[in-house]
């Protein structure tokens, strides 16, 4: 579905995806792909007056826990993955709103990758979620509608859904950090101390991530040629992440585990 968007959103999006191979692809003019993914009984076809191209999936705020979920898809090709999407509300301003998983296990097991509505956007959004370099030949996507069963209320539209292969963003690139780095304990328990001597007096952040790319943690941690960072992982649940160290021009990753 074609949709009038400001010209710089469209511009900014159009840009970062130049190089962007689609993996799955989803625009609902063919109807509620019934065959291929998974549609709650209540999820139905929206439809705009006049407009060409006009179809879009919505879920009916009278019920509550809808789902959309996409057929199995295999991300083994290698490469890094985002995931796009179009989105829009209209109705009565509520706090209902629709929650994006992502599993890499045929979905035996779900990470919560964001939330979007809540209120009254009556206006169509583009919007991304990073998905990372997992390498899974079984990842699907959800959309879970947590409404509210109060009517009247908001419907919460979705069209144009696809993933695709996208280069890096800046600052997860291959050369590495020129810094000695070490980070301990690891397995950690609820806390690590990130030890660096940064020979180049670079001015240094982390991230923490997880398995699916999604970013728990970032912070600056100075120039100083001598570093000694304490990062707190109390807040986790326990699993595998990464501690990334990164300048502008250069990174290096530490994979952990929290027990």
Same mark, same amino acid.
């Given at each position: 579905?074609?949709? /009038?968007?400001?010209? @710089?959103?469209?511009?900014?999006?159009?840009?970062?995806?130049?190089?962007?191979?689609? #993996?799955?692809?989803?625009?609902?003019?063919?109807?509620?792909?019934?065959?291929?993914?998974?549609?709650?009984? %209540?999820?139905?076809?929206?439809?705009? #007056?006049?407009?060409?191209?006009? %179809?879009?999936?919505?879920?009916?705020?009278?019920?509550?826990?809808?789902?959309?979920?996409?057929? #199995? &898809? !295999?991300?083994?090709?290698?490469?890094?993955?985002?995931? @796009?999407?179009?989105?829009?509300?209209?109705?009565?301003? $509520?706090? =209902?709103?629709? #929650? /994006?998983?992502?599993? &890499?296990?045929?979905?035996?097991?779900? %990470?919560?990758?964001?939330?979007?509505?809540?209120?009254?956007?009556? *206006?169509?959004?583009?919007?991304?979620?990073?998905?990372?370099?997992?390498?899974?030949?079984?990842?699907?996507? %959800?959309?879970?509608?947590?409404?509210?069963?109060?009517?009247?209320?908001?419907?919460?539209?979705?069209? =144009? &859904?696809?993933?695709?292969?996208?280069?890096?963003?800046?600052?997860?690139?291959?050369?590495? *950090? $020129?810094?000695? +780095?070490?980070?301990?304990?690891?397995? +950690?328990?609820?806390?690590?101390?990130?030890?660096?001597?940064?020979?180049?007096?670079?001015?240094?952040?982390?991230?923490?991530?997880?398995? @699916?790319?999604?970013?728990?943690?970032?912070?600056?941690?100075?120039?100083?040629?001598?570093?000694?960072?304490? /990062? !707190?992982?109390?807040?986790?649940?326990?699993? /595998?992440?990464?501690?990334?160290?990164? =300048?502008?021009?250069?990174?290096?990753? +530490?994979?952990?585990?929290?027990?």
């Amino acid at each position: 579905m074609q949709k /009038i968007i400001t010209f @710089y959103l469209l511009f900014f999006f159009s840009f970062s995806t130049l190089k962007a191979q689609d #993996i799955l692809k989803e625009d609902f003019e063919l109807g509620l792909p019934k065959n291929t993914w998974q549609v709650s009984d %209540k999820g139905e076809l929206g439809h705009l #007056i006049g407009v060409e191209k006009s %179809k879009f999936f919505r879920f009916h705020p009278k019920y509550k826990n809808e789902k959309l979920v996409s057929p #199995i &898809i !295999d991300l083994t090709g290698g490469g890094y993955y985002r995931l @796009y999407f179009n989105w829009s509300e209209n109705g009565n301003s $509520n706090p =209902d709103s629709t #929650i /994006i998983s992502f599993s &890499i296990d045929s979905g035996l097991n779900w %990470k919560r990758m964001g939330s979007f509505g809540g209120g009254n956007n009556s *206006l169509w959004q583009l919007d991304s979620i990073e998905l990372g370099e997992n390498g899974a030949e079984a990842s699907i996507i %959800k959309f879970e509608y947590k409404g509210s069963g109060r009517f009247p209320a908001t419907y919460f539209n979705i069209d =144009d &859904i696809k993933i695709s292969k996208v280069e890096k963003p800046s600052g997860i690139g291959s050369i590495n *950090l $020129n810094a000695k +780095i070490d980070l301990f304990p690891n397995p +950690i328990s609820n806390h690590a101390i990130l030890k660096i001597e940064n020979v180049e007096k670079k001015l240094l952040q982390y991230q923490v991530f997880d398995i @699916y790319g999604v970013v728990y943690k970032q912070n600056f941690i100075g120039n100083e040629q001598f570093i000694n960072e304490r /990062i !707190d992982f109390s807040d986790l649940t326990k699993g /595998i992440y990464f501690v990334k160290i990164f =300048d502008n021009n250069a990174q290096k990753t +530490i994979k952990v585990i929290l027990q």
